[in-house]
């Protein structure tokens, strides 16, 4: 097994049509609009460590990496069909309302055996702050990995300066308004997301400036690390 720390980046691409043969497990309109690339020691036109397919049906009127969908290949570059990703029905009793509204997600092999469900929870101000929050329960672990948005400390640092920054962005967005350019200066909000396993630590990190998640293969398997960051990702958007 391949068990060595490695780093990683999802990137998101124009749909590109799926050449003849097809695989066939994919629909008959499937694209590839995603690709999951190391973070570094290969050239931008060097293959990529596995792509991300999904139906073009699915793919209307959103620009994120849309969902089914399928990811072929491993962090050794092997080919393959690796997993795929469905949306799932949520089976969680305690969200009686909008508030803890939850998306959840099943993981299943090549052979379609169940490898982990994957659960978004959605953050929230009041009655109390509450980070997004990503959790992979895998099939046959005790406890699920979880990794909340943001660190305490960056909400903290953006929370304080928010005043600053939105005068600041505010300004800009004036000034951009009669210099016609076109920069950005939002204010993002904290993105470093970190998921841990009890009694394993740290198993997928996500640096939100650079984009990069770093994965743990032997605490967690590089199918479910790459089936969150690419949901995670979409976020990103």
Not at 38 to 46: L, V
Request: one cysteine or more; a positive charge.
């Amino acid at each position: 097994m391949y068990c060595r720390p490695y780093s990683f980046t999802v990137s998101r691409n124009a749909p590109v049509p799926v050449p003849e043969p097809r695989p066939a497990h994919l629909p008959p309109d499937a694209d590839m609009v995603a690709t999951i690339r190391p973070a570094a020691g290969r050239r931008p036109e060097d293959a990529p460590s596995a792509r991300v397919f999904a139906s073009r049906a699915a793919q209307c009127g959103d620009s994120r990496v849309p969902v089914p969908f399928w990811i072929h290949g491993g962090p050794d570059g092997s080919g393959g069909a690796s997993c795929s990703v469905r949306p799932a029905a949520p089976d969680v009793p305690d969200a009686p309302d909008a508030r803890d509204a939850r998306d959840v997600y099943d993981v299943r092999t090549a052979e379609g055996v169940p490898l982990a469900r994957i659960t978004r929870r959605a953050g929230r101000l009041l009655p109390w702050p509450r980070r997004v929050r990503w959790s992979a329960q895998v099939t046959g672990a005790p406890r699920p990995v979880t990794g909340r948005v943001g660190t305490w400390y960056a909400w903290l640092c953006y929370v304080v300066t928010a005043p600053v920054w939105f005068l600041f962005a505010l300004g800009a967005m004036v000034y951009a308004f009669f210099d016609g350019t076109a920069d950005d200066w939002t204010f993002r909000r904290p993105a470093r997301t970190r998921w841990r396993a009890p009694g394993a630590g740290t198993v997928l990190d996500y640096r939100g400036v650079s984009r990069t998640y770093r994965s743990f293969p032997g605490r967690l398997d590089a199918r479910v690390a790459y089936a969150l960051a690419v949901l995670r990702s979409r976020e990103d958007t």
